[in-house]
């Protein structure tokens, strides 16, 4: 099974830019589909964006479109997210997902088999 660790963290102003990581081991990447998730305080997890394996296709919640940029290395082993012109609201622990055996990556937490244990991302206003 595979194993995902995020980083790329931090606190950042509002209008500012973070990049996400998150590197896979112990198994074949290209074999999953992936996906982001947030979750801020108090609240459920929630899907931010999501790609299939070979990278073709992606995925986007409304409130990150035209904002965020999901993409993925797999010679790299890993997924990454590009986030700009960062919103308060974007605050919470960003978590990356995988999950096998699907042509069209799932957009709900419960799609996937794997997840990584989280990144910090603060936006202040």
């Known amino acids: 099974q595979v194993q995902l660790v995020e980083s790329g963290g931090g606190l950042v102003q509002a209008g500012g830019s973070l990049r996400l990581s998150c590197t896979a081991s112990?198994?074949?990447?290209?074999?999953?589909?992936m996906g982001w998730f947030r979750q801020a305080p108090g609240k459920e997890r929630d899907f931010v964006a999501a790609?299939?394996?070979?990278?073709?296709?992606?995925n986007y919640a409304d409130s990150v479109k035209g904002r965020f940029t999901i993409s993925r290395d797999n010679a790299e082993n890993t997924l990454y997210l590009q986030m700009n012109s960062l919103k308060p609201e974007d605050t919470g622990i960003y978590y990356c997902?995988?999950?096998?055996?699907?042509?069209?990556?799932?957009?709900?937490?419960?799609?996937?088999?794997?997840w990584g244990q989280g990144t910090q991302v603060t936006v202040s206003s």
């Open positions: 112990g198994d074949t990447f290209s074999r999953y589909a």
């Open positions: 790609i299939t394996w070979g990278g073709s296709r992606t």
């Open positions: 997902a995988a999950r096998t055996k699907v042509v069209l990556p799932p957009t709900t937490p419960g799609g996937y088999e794997y």
